[in-house]
């Protein structure tokens, strides 16, 4: 059962930009707490963004390296979670993937790949200098 499916990688030249989508089952969507991860070939799986849902209200936090480029927004009828990047570099290129839990996100761990259950399939993502 497919629960997290991420869309929108593809190819694009240093400086430019690409939106990518998860799009989440509604039990998933409504977990708490949602993030983005990547992957490069040869490295470990690391934290991007994440997200904390309190109500209706949403906490957004983001990795140094990506602080200014990128930006999480969400779209709630279609229960989608996007990443907006721009100005990208070719140290950005990865496999994007989509990432939710219910519960143990804390402020320490919440770029944690381990912390998070619920997992997309990932998008390529290849940035050229």
């Known amino acids: 059962q497919v629960q997290l499916v991420e869309s929108g990688g593809g190819s694009v030249q240093a400086g430019g930009s690409l939106t990518l989508a998860c799009t989440a089952s509604e039990s998933i969507y409504s977990n708490q707490y949602m993030g983005w991860f990547r992957q490069a070939p040869g490295k470990e799986r690391e934290g991007v963004a994440a997200t904390y849902r309190d109500g209706a209200s949403y906490y957004n936090y983001y990795v140094d390296p990506v602080k200014g480029r990128f930006t999480m927004f969400r779209d709630n009828f279609k229960k989608t979670l996007y990443l907006k990047m721009t100005d990208l570099n070719a140290e950005d290129t990865a496999t994007y993937y989509c990432?939710?839990?219910?519960?143990?996100?804390?402020?320490?761990?919440?770029?944690?790949?381990?912390?998070?259950?619920?997992w997309g399939q990932g998008t390529q993502v290849t940035v050229s200098s």
């Open positions: 990432a939710s839990a219910q519960q143990g996100i804390t402020y320490y761990n919440r770029f944690s790949p381990s912390a998070y259950s619920y």
